[in-house]
């Protein structure tokens, strides 16, 4: 038995099935319905950090997310607390995305 199924327990492979399979929706939602804001925030909310994979260069903020919530654990130990302060990361990183994007677009336009 190596580690991450001691970890994990039994379930293991059951849980890390299911961290995969949460990012297939985010990733099909890219491709029909891409760059809209209820969207991305509903996803990041959802999915925290999955979320973040709905806008190209996602897998940077999806670590910054993952070592904050790492981070905060240490500190913080109830977990529904730390549940509610990730999420609320997730949707501020995602609006300043949005909103950073938005004035690119913008830029080029002018």
């Known amino acids: 038995m190596n580690n991450l199924e ?3 327990g039994e379930f293991g492979n059951f849980y890390m ?16 319905a891409p760059k809209k804001l209820w969207l ?12 973040h994979f709905y806008i190209k260069g996602g897998f940077n903020y999806f ?3 993952l070592l904050f919530g790492y981070i ?23 609006i300043a995305r949005f909103k950073v994007d938005f004035l690119r677009i913008a830029e080029i336009d002018s």
């Open 72 to 94: 905060l654990n240490i500190y913080i130990p109830d977990i529904v607390l730390l549940e509610i302060l990730t999420i609320f990361l997730s949707a501020t990183i995602m």
């Open 63 to 65: 670590i910054l997310i």
């Open 17 to 32: 099935l299911c961290l995969f399979l949460s990012i297939i929706p985010i990733l099909f939602l890219k491709k029909i």
């Open 6 to 8: 001691n970890y994990l």
């Open 40 to 51: 991305g925030l509903l996803l990041s909310i959802i999915f925290c950090p999955f979320g």
